[in-house]
């Protein structure tokens, strides 16, 4: 609940360096004007609940000398560095590169923080960099809009990685209420490497940033894990989010992946890291989005090593859409035939797939629901299979012979192979096979299969 600005007869609390706290401006984050929240106990804590508890425990290990001029090292920690401080203009027409770069540099000089955005559009000519550990670039939503000064031209608009003069990776960064693209959704893409990376960064999280119309993928996490994706939105873009070489620990949910030319979410391929010489996504939640209207599939499994992924809750509507389509139809959620390769190894294991509504409004024999080429130990429970007027399980589910050990839906054995349509009824199943005859399928309490042609 909000803090009660002290009348003139009340009294002023104080940090247990004797500094005079505001209760109001030294716990907002974003405040303009902010009064000196002092470095002890009490700055401790706003530090911690405005900038997270990595910010809060990395501030631990900076002295006040790290601070900007002008600023206790708190303020710059739990309040951070508006860009329009270094002299950037958000007028959209001024190249504010150099500007927004020196606030990045003086923020990490500083142990890490917040780099403001406020309202306005930030046009760039090259890449900005963020290479230290604790930095989170903060704005006000769609208002604070990062473009490039040249539209036509191909470089990534933000890049979150280490700057090679050091081991390990980034820790602990960022994003957060920031738009990152063009702005005019009615031109097609430029030709670009999208709106954002992350390469080889841990605990992070990027949550209520609009991206449009970067000029290639929206997000792009490379060899990252540990992190969440939430409450973000992309259209426009190539594929919405993007996942390259490791991609471990990952949390996607409250997203809107639309109207993207290509995948809503594309997985990792084999060798497609610089890093390592196999891709792999492990512990990966995608909970409660909405992607529809994508060109491509919504989600696109590659052949690498899959294991422990959740697909829950999300609503999946008008992918492979026409208008944007690149490949025709197909299916809302894909994983592709295993590559043949056992090293480094490619598998689909360990997959829940549960709860989801899958739309398709589009006549075409081919744009099944959920196509599964390769895989073992899959669950698909409690889907919903849309055809435009009825929930429908027809045609919902295509598994191909090299699936093995997966149930769908009530009565369905784990050891059921299909290499046709399946689709899931309160007896059983419905089976499609090559040639189109359909056949029933009900399993008794001993595992026997029963099959009956309709």
Not at 104 to 131: C, D, K, N, W
Not at 381 to 405: C, E, F, H, K, M
Request: a negative charge.
């Amino acid at each position: 609940m909000p803090h009660p600005i002290p009348s003139s007869n009340q009294r002023v609390d104080q940090d247990t360096d004797g500094s005079t706290l505001d209760p109001v401006a030294s716990l907002d984050p974003l405040a303009s004007t902010p009064t000196a929240p002092g470095s002890g106990r009490r700055g401790l804590l706003r530090g911690l609940a405005a900038g997270g508890l990595g910010l809060g425990l990395a501030a631990m290990a900076h002295t006040e000398s790290d601070a900007a001029p002008g600023r206790t090292r708190w303020q710059q920690e739990a309040l951070g560095r508006s860009v329009i401080e270094d002299g950037a203009t958000g007028d959209g027409a001024t190249d504010d590169t150099a500007a927004i770069q020196e606030t990045i540099r003086v923020v990490s000089a500083a142990g890490g923080g917040m780099v403001r955005f406020p309202a306005g559009r930030y046009a760039i000519s090259q890449t900005l960099e963020v290479t230290e550990d604790n930095v989170v670039l903060v704005g006000e939503g769609a208002a604070s809009r990062i473009l490039r000064l040249n539209s036509n031209a191909a470089f990534t608009l933000v890049r979150f990685a280490c700057d090679g003069t050091r081991a390990g990776r980034l820790w602990n960064v960022g994003v957060k209420d920031v738009a990152i693209g063009g702005g005019n959704v009615g031109q097609p893409d430029t030709p670009g490497e999208g709106a954002l990376t992350l390469f080889g960064v841990s605990q992070f999280d990027v949550t209520g940033c609009y991206i449009e119309q970067p000029g290639g993928p929206g997000l792009t996490l490379q060899d990252s894990y540990i992190g969440t994706i939430t409450h973000n939105k992309t259209r426009f873009c190539d594929d919405g989010l993007v996942l390259v070489g490791v991609s471990n620990a990952l949390k996607i949910t409250g997203n809107r992946f639309q109207i993207n030319n290509g995948h809503g979410i594309r997985g990792p391929e084999l060798g497609d890291s610089p890093l390592k010489h196999w891709s792999q996504m492990m512990g990966v939640v995608i909970e409660a989005n909405d992607i529809e209207g994508n060109g491509e599939d919504g989600i696109h499994f590659g052949n690498c090593l899959h294991m422990g992924i959740s697909v829950i809750g999300n609503y999946f509507e008008l992918n492979h859409n026409p208008s944007r389509t690149k490949t025709g139809n197909g299916p809302h959620i894909y994983k592709v035939p295993h590559s043949g390769r056992t090293s480094p190894p490619d598998e689909f294991q360990g997959v829940t797939i549960n709860g989801n509504f899958l739309g398709n409004r589009f006549p075409a024999p081919d744009n099944d629901s959920i196509v599964l080429e390769h895989g073992s130990q899959i669950v698909m429970l409690g889907n919903a299979y849309w055809t435009g007027s009825a929930i429908s399980p027809r045609d919902a589910i295509r598994v191909a012979p090299q699936v093995t050990r997966w149930m769908a839906g009530p009565g369905v054995d784990g050891a059921l192979q299909a290499d046709g349509n399946v689709s899931v009824t309160d007896g059983g199943a419905i089976l499609t096979s090559p040639n189109g005859t359909r056949f029933t399928v009900t399993v008794n309490d001993d595992g026997e299969l029963t099959t009956t042609k309709l």
